[in-house]
């Protein structure tokens, strides 16, 4: 197994932190999707500005908001950011959180299950109209299109931010990979309770569980010294020294199943340049190191 390293970038930030990551080894840049905010870079513009300006350097928007981007119109954007960027892309996917503000860009707000009937209806549809084969007709609940072509372009590995019962089976059944939400990680109980839904649902559809990759989102600092405890009271993580985080993540992966780990600033926004570059240079190799590949 590889096991990969990314981080949060932000508008301020962009492209400085995204050339830095490239030229560093990391492998992932994440973007968050909030298009009802009109102080914002729309995540997936600034997607395709990031993959044109980095040579390795694989993006994603975590999550991206389906409710707000159709489906069939989400599938031909991935496939073209896919061929333009030679595969550098995930698509990360989630129901949708704020209905306040989704509903005011003219969405009929769902329910909760509606939304995740149609988190669940959305992926398997761009699937679909990705990888070449026969026009697609999908008459479905939430989405419909009749005869329509197919992107050539493999569809991209899909990530979900799944939270809840529902959205985790559904993750279980038609996803690739999941990010447990509240930046929950290996030792809480949030996780294990998540992936064991995804676990079940997943074998229930004829898939293997191991199949659906874990991606933790972990915001903490980088410290010079040791920190009494790299978790909260509350167990939430907060960091460490590099030796810190090298041997809670090592363990991760070889005990917990992780595959990936997602860097953010403590307050959740894109890391300080020298913690990033701490980052790509103490952690990320360290832990590669560790841990054996496949």
Not at 2 to 23: E, I, K, M, N, Y
Not at 50 to 63: H, K, P, Q
């Amino acid at each position: 197994m590889t096991v990969t390293f990314g981080f949060g970038a932000d508008d301020a930030t962009l492209l400085p932190s995204a050339r830095a990551a490239d030229r560093d080894g990391l492998d992932y840049i994440s973007l968050s999707d909030h298009p009802y905010l009109g102080g914002r870079i729309d995540a997936y513009a600034a997607l395709g500005f990031v993959l044109g300006a980095t040579e390795r350097l694989s993006g994603f928007v975590n999550v991206t908001n389906l409710p707000l981007r159709p489906a069939p119109m989400l599938a031909r954007t991935v496939a073209g950011l896919s061929a333009l960027s030679g595969g550098r892309i995930v698509l990360g996917a989630g129901a949708g959180g704020r209905w306040e503000r989704i509903a005011s860009m003219g969405v009929p707000a769902l329910s909760p299950g509606q939304a995740v009937d149609a988190f669940e209806e959305a992926i398997t549809l761009i699937r679909s109209l990705c990888g070449g084969g026969a026009p697609v007709t999908h008459h479905g609940q939430y989405y419909s299109v009749t005869g329509l072509e197919t992107s050539p372009e493999a569809a991209p590995p899909v990530w979900t931010g799944s939270v809840g019962p529902r959205s985790l089976a559904a993750t279980g059944r038609v996803a690739d990979g999941w990010i447990p939400g509240h930046a929950a990680d290996w030792r809480s109980d949030r996780y294990r309770a998540g992936r064991a839904i995804i676990d079940e649902a997943a074998a229930s559809a004829g898939r293997d569980p191991g199949d659906v990759r874990t991606i933790f989102n972990l915001p903490g600092r980088i410290t010079d010294q040791p920190l009494p405890a790299t978790r909260s009271e509350e167990g939430r993580w907060i960091g460490g020294s590099p030796a810190q985080w090298v041997a809670e993540l090592t363990e991760a992966v070889r005990d917990h199943g992780a595959s990936g780990f997602m860097l953010f600033s403590p307050t959740g926004g894109a890391p300080d340049e020298t913690t990033l570059a701490r980052w790509a240079h103490e952690i990320a190799p360290a832990v590669r190191h560790a841990v054996p590949t496949s």
